[in-house]
C-alpha cells in the first residue's frame, strides 16, 4: 500500500483521480482540504482534526458492472462496522452513503469512477470540535466521547476492513451484509421527500433490498428507488 500525506491539498479524491499511475489500495491523506468534495458538487467542509482520505479500488472484471452500484452501501457498511469496533456507539447508515450517529452525520462517503478505478473518498468527524457551518447537522467522535483518536490508525483500520469486506462480497455474502445493513437503516420507518430529477415525491422508507434499491411506500404504492437525492421530509 502507498500512503500519501498532506498537510493540505484541495481534495484528496482529485489528486488519486488524475494520478496517472495510480494503483489499488493507494491510500491519500490529508490533514486539511481547501476544495473538499461532496456528492452533487457540494463542498465537503474539511477541518483539521478530522479523517480525510481516498484510496483506490481496482474494477474486477469478474464482477459485473451492476454489482458496483452496491460499492457505496458496502463502503457505509464497512465503515459503520469497523467505527462500532474503536468506539462502540449507534451509528446508522442513510442510504445512500452517509454514517449517522445521534440524527448528526458522522461521515460522508463519495465514489467516483476513473478509468479503471473506484475512488472512495471518505471523511469522518473523528477528533474536530469546530463543525463550522455544519454544526446543527454534524457530530464527531470526540464531541461524542471527549477522547482524542490517533487519525491515522484509524483511517488504516477503515481501509483494511474495506479491503476485507470486498472480499466478502466478492465471495457471495451480499445478503448477510445487507442484512446488517438493514440492522441500522437510519431512513427505515421515516417519511421522507424523494428528489428523483425534477420530481418530488413523499413516502414511508422501508428496507434497503437485494438489488441496493431503497424501497419507499408512497401513497398505496411501493416504489424502488437507485438515484435521485433523498431528505427526511421537514415537519
Ligand atoms: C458527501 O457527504 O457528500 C461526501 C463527502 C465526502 C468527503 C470526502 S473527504 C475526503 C475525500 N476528498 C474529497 O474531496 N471528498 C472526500
Same mark, same amino acid.
Given at each position: 500500500m502507498r500512503i500519501y500525506r498532506f498537510?493540505?491539498?484541495?481534495s484528496t479524491n482529485r489528486f488519486l483521480r488524475e494520478k496517472d499511475d495510480v494503483l489499488e489500495k493507494d491510500l491519500a491523506i490529508a %490533514?486539511?482540504?481547501?476544495a473538499g468534495r461532496g456528492r452533487r458538487g457540494n463542498k465537503w467542509v474539511s477541518t483539521e482534526g478530522a479523517a480525510l482520505f481516498s484510496f483506490a479500488l481496482k474494477h474486477d472484471l469478474?464482477?459485473?458492472?451492476?454489482?458496483?452500484?452496491k460499492l457505496p452501501l458496502l463502503v457505509g457498511y464497512s465503515l459503520l462496522y469497523s467505527l462500532k469496533e474503536i468506539e462502540n456507539l449507534d451509528y446508522k447508515f442513510k442510504w445512500t452513503n452517509d454514517l449517522y450517529l445521534e440524527d448528526k452525520k458522522i461521515s460522508g462517503i463519495l465514489v467516483e469512477k476513473i478509468k479503471d478505478y473506484y475512488i472512495i473518498g471518505i471523511g469522518l468527524n473523528v477528533?474536530?470540535?469546530?463543525?463550522?457551518?455544519? %454544526?446543527?447537522?454534524g457530530m464527531s467522535l470526540r464531541e461524542k466521547t471527549g477522547k482524542e483518536y490517533d487519525l491515522e490508525e484509524v483511517i488504516l483500520t477503515i481501509v483494511s476492513d474495506f479491503f476485507k469486506s470486498f472480499e466478502e462480497f466478492k465471495i457471495g455474502k451480499w445478503k448477510e451484509i445487507l442484512e446488517k445493513i438493514n440492522k441500522v437503516?437510519?431512513?427505515?420507518g421515516r417519511r421522507i421527500e424523494i428528489v428523483n430529477f425534477d420530481k418530488e415525491e413523499s413516502g414511508i422508507a422501508g428496507d434497503i433490498l437485494e438489488d441496493g434499491t431503497l424501497e419507499v411506500f408512497v401513497g398505496n404504492e411501493i416504489k424502488k428507488y437507485n438515484i435521485g437525492s433523498i431528505h427526511i421530509a421537514k415537519k
Open positions: 498537510d493540505e491539498i484541495d %490533514k486539511v482540504q481547501n469478474g464482477i459485473q458492472d451492476e454489482e458496483y452500484m477528533n474536530n470540535l469546530n463543525l463550522e457551518e455544519a %454544526k446543527d447537522k437503516n437510519y431512513l427505515y
